[in-house]
């Protein structure tokens, strides 16, 4: 299972370096200043020292034209961290090939750490002044970072416009009371894997309700889906249930929606043929052998669905609730900036990191290692799937990142395994964990 999700199914946690891991670390890391331009002498200041000279009796010089000052080309070594492998890690030494082209007096360092390490390294490593000035990180650390002042807040740094380039959601998953802390590179959320070969006449369920029944009129029909909060949060607001109100209170009990969503996924999984399970492999393993039609599950899957269904494989948006369309959350991998980046070398760091998540760059993002990019003019590669991933962002929402979610991923997953086994109707099992997760955020 990709690395981030599993990270996501843990609360994470802080770990110390040892000092010697910890000097390793920051040895590489030294940065080069680049010298401050000297401003040129503009047309006013000419025009003055004209003026003094007639004053003053003296001929005055024969007034040329100031040309206007050409931009001073960027230069420099900028320092990367990040935990990509493999395909990921492959698209990324291609954008920085690439890079090159744009910004050919610039280079990047990059350092690979282990992803149970990068972000405990690079806090550290911030703390004691040195780190790198970028590090690449999935945004449910962020909150943490923020705290340990180990990030630089971009709102006065980037140009707004700028921003429009991105999915909204994305750069929503990098906020922190309504701050921006991180560029947004690619992003992450489920929606529904479907074996074609084993769709009824009526095609792909387009509700929960349709859903249920072609599952009960045909155990082949059924579907598979992972017991984590992540994977089954978007039909709690599908079934009109609201999980935070505005001051991070938890509000599940506000309405019925979240106990009638338990008790459907309780119906499914009691359906002969269908799962609501909180083994993945198991579930990953029965879709690929052709056991049941859908699948709940990200774009890391797709590879090794692709080679196990061909061209049976499909992706569709998950199926509508109730009370409208499905939201699962969607959280970005962002680019964060070193807050103690020396304000003379911010243009050029910038400039790498808005290179870094460009359309160009989302476009090797894509078509290299299947990813899904934050900027929303890469090109995905005429991939159907891919598409069928982006078109469900459109109704996904940024997966919270404020201190309230250590307890929300706690008592949120207690409380599906409750109504899978039944240990008590689904409206007291939505009220106790209301008011445990409320009790233990001191709300």
Known sequence: MNHHLCALARTAKRVVLGAALAALLLSGCNRRQEPTPTPAATAAQGAIAAAAATRSGAPAAAETPTPAPSPTPLSGSVVLWHSWAQADADALAAILAQMQTQLPGVTVETLFVAPADLLPAYA??????????????PNWWLNDLVQAAAVAPLDALVDPAALEGYWPATLDSLRVQG???????????????????????????????????QARLSPQSGAGLYATLFHLYGWLPAFGAQLFDDTGRVTLDQSGGAADYLAWLATVNNTPGSYVDADYGMLLDRFKKGEFAYLVDGPWS?????????????????????????????????????AKLDETRRPLVLAVGQALTSAQSGTILAQTAGLLPAARAAELGGDPLLAAFAAQAADASALPTGP????????????LLKALTGVAPPPAIVAE???????????
């Not at 964990?433 to 709300?443: F, V």
């Open 302 to 338: 797709l590879r090794e669905l692709r080679e196990a269904l061909g061209d049976n494989l499909a992706v569709a948006t998950l199926p509508a609730g109730p009370a409208g369309p499905a939201r699962p959350w969607l959280y970005a991998d962002g680019l964060f900036f070193n």
């Open 179 to 213: 701050a921006l802390y991180g560029l947004p590179v690619n992003y992450h959320l489920v929606a529904l894997y479907v074996n074609q070969s084993l769709l009824p006449a009526g095609g792909v369920a387009t509700t929960t309700d349709a859903l249920l029944e």
């Open 433 to 443: 964990t209301t008011a445990l997760i409320n009790e233990a955020n001191g709300k």
């Open 404 to 415: 309230e979610m250590a307890e929300v991923w706690a008592y949120g997953g207690d409380m």
């Open 124 to 137: 550290d490593a911030v703390a004691a002044g040195g780190g790198p000035d970028l590090v690449i990180a």
